[in-house]
């Protein structure tokens, strides 16, 4: 698997995270407020390597790969979003923190909702990126996204065509700005087939189904939230901006321009909502 890359200012630490072996970058002063990266499918810890920077000054960097990506250990089972939720509480747990604001992007986003939720003191704040949140009702043209859910998915399928479709995936909706091969290769290389296939076919046969039957319907958010999204996102088509009816404390912004990929095009935004504090 070889080593983390290197980012300037970052050291690298592997942390019990209730029984997980787990991949945390860490950057900044420990006695500084805490904020906590989390990435999504197909990426790490790496996807933050353009905020990181921004934040190191101000912030206690807590960026942790989560279970099956990056550098952190991949088992056959456990990729449940609730149980990668478990996985990141128990990473704070692991390095003494009680509170921290959660950034999250894609599924980093979602599992920051269901941490919100089960476990509201942890968390500061929150923003969340490019990730519908759980009181949306299913978008027609979200559809579209089962084109490639469905086959990473099947069982002996999924395993096969699963490395060429991370490939594919992460230069998806990006413009003219291709992601450069070493990078594909830091984020494709390091997330086992198996683990793709359990994001998804848990996703599709376990939890689908009950988040559109209103799993959450009835859940408030407690927790100061932002909902940043790409107006050229396809994950997020149909997410309005402004306030969400019965989740006072959720409000959506639209960043113009830009679609699934804001951590690493739009770096700006995540440090300057950071600094509005």
Same mark, same amino acid.
């Given at each position: 698997?070889?080593?983390?890359?290197?980012?300037?200012?970052?050291?690298?630490?592997?942390?019990?995270?209730?029984?997980?072996?787990?991949?945390?970058?860490?950057?900044?002063?420990?006695?500084?407020?805490?904020?906590?990266?989390?990435?999504?499918?197909?990426?790490?810890?790496?996807?933050?390597?353009?905020?990181?920077?921004?934040?190191?000054?101000?912030?206690?960097?807590?960026?942790?790969?989560?279970?099956?990506?990056?550098?952190?250990?991949?088992?056959?089972? &456990?990729?449940?979003?609730?149980?990668? #939720? =478990?996985?990141? /509480?128990?990473?704070?747990? +692991? !390095?003494? @923190?009680?509170?921290?604001?959660?950034?999250?992007?894609?599924?980093?986003?979602?599992? &920051?909702?269901?941490?919100?939720?089960? #476990? =509201?003191?942890? /968390?500061?704040?929150?923003? +969340? !990126?490019? @990730?519908?949140?759980?009181?949306?009702?299913?978008?027609?043209?979200?559809?579209?996204?089962?084109?490639?859910?469905?086959?990473?998915?099947?069982?002996?399928?999924?395993?096969?065509?699963?490395?060429?479709?991370?490939?594919?995936?992460?230069?998806?909706?990006?413009?003219?700005?291709?992601?450069?091969?070493?990078?594909?290769?830091?984020?494709?290389?390091?997330?086992?087939?198996?683990?793709?296939?359990?994001?998804?076919?848990?996703?599709?046969?376990?939890?689908?189904?009950?988040?559109?039957?209103?799993?959450?319907?009835?859940?408030?958010?407690?927790?100061?939230?932002?909902?940043?999204?790409?107006?050229?996102?396809?994950?997020?088509?149909?997410?309005?901006?402004?306030?969400?009816?019965?989740?006072?404390?959720?409000?959506?912004?639209?960043?113009?321009?830009?679609?699934?990929?804001?951590?690493?095009?739009?770096?700006?935004?995540?440090?300057?909502?950071?600094?509005?504090?």
């Amino acid at each position: 698997m070889g080593d983390p890359p290197e980012l300037v200012g970052v050291r690298h630490e592997y942390v019990n995270a209730g029984g997980l072996r787990t991949h945390v970058a860490l950057a900044g002063p420990e006695d500084a407020p805490p904020v906590m990266l989390v990435h999504g499918w197909p990426q790490n810890w790496w996807a933050w390597r353009e905020v990181i920077p921004a934040l190191a000054g101000r912030f206690r960097v807590i960026a942790p790969d989560l279970r099956g990506h990056g550098w952190t250990e991949a088992p056959a089972s &456990g990729y449940e979003k609730e149980q990668l #939720a =478990s996985d990141l /509480l128990a990473v704070l747990d +692991a !390095l003494g @923190i009680e509170r921290a604001t959660w950034v999250g992007h894609d599924w980093g986003g979602w599992t &920051g909702f269901l941490a919100a939720l089960r #476990a =509201s003191g942890r /968390l500061e704040r929150m923003l +969340a !990126l490019c @990730i519908p949140h759980p009181w949306m009702p299913p978008h027609p043209r979200q559809l579209s996204l089962l084109a490639y859910q469905g086959p990473v998915s099947l069982p002996f399928v999924g395993e096969r065509v699963s490395g060429p479709m991370i490939r594919s995936i992460l230069q998806a909706g990006r413009g003219g700005d291709r992601l450069p091969a070493a990078d594909v290769a830091l984020f494709a290389e390091h997330i086992p087939p198996h683990v793709t296939v359990a994001m998804y076919r848990t996703f599709l046969t376990q939890e689908v189904l009950p988040i559109a039957r209103g799993r959450y319907a009835r859940a408030v958010l407690d927790v100061p939230t932002t909902l940043l999204v790409g107006a050229r996102d396809l994950v997020t088509r149909g997410v309005r901006p402004g306030a969400v009816k019965g989740q006072p404390q959720l409000h959506v912004d639209v960043l113009d321009g830009v679609g699934h990929w804001v951590p690493e095009q739009r770096p700006q935004a995540v440090a300057d909502w950071l600094a509005a504090g």
